[in-house]
């Protein structure tokens, strides 16, 4: 883990590599712009509002990246992939600590696949998620998901035949 406890922690151009959680304190300032931060634990958590220039985490196999309910992270360039798998998709699912309440990003760029999103509130450019993703009537914003929504109990992974194509914008 990460703990950024008091002052201003700035990774510079440099890529932070992170098997455990970023936890960072009210009165501190995580900065990971120009850098990349790359998340490669399993389940991970975001604690705090940052700003990030890169923010990746690509996973071969099911895992959850939790982000503290009503924080902001800034995103300059937003990577988030799970995986597809047999006899189920391995998704990347991207959550709030608390359940119905969001998280907040504001992304400039973004690269999503495999993703189950929920409770997400974009205020930047609009995140396009391909149909292998579920987030439809999750509670996001800011999002568009190319697919209806699919039970979420990690045991239900297969999809209607028919598919409808919801924008969903704040």
Known sequence: DLAITGG???IGANTLKLTGNLNKAPAATFNGDPGT??????????????TFHNLTKITSVPAT???EANSSQIINQ???????????????KLRSVTDGVPWNINV?????????????????TVIVAPKNSIGINQNNFG??????PVANDDTANT????LVK???LA
């Open 8 to 10: 201003t922690f700035s």
């Open 37 to 50: 931060v790359e998340l490669d634990g399993a389940d991970q958590t975001i604690t705090g509002s940052s």
């Open 65 to 67: 990246l939790w982000f």
């Open 78 to 92: 937003f990577t988030m992939k799970g995986a597809a798998g047999t006899p189920s998709p391995n998704y990347l």
């Open 108 to 124: 400039t760029a973004s690269t999503v696949d495999w993703v189950d999103v929920k409770d997400s509130n974009n205020t930047g």
């Open 143 to 148: 999002w568009t998901f190319d697919s209806p």
């Open 159 to 162: 999809r209607p035949a028919t």
């Open 166 to 168: 919801i924008d969903v």
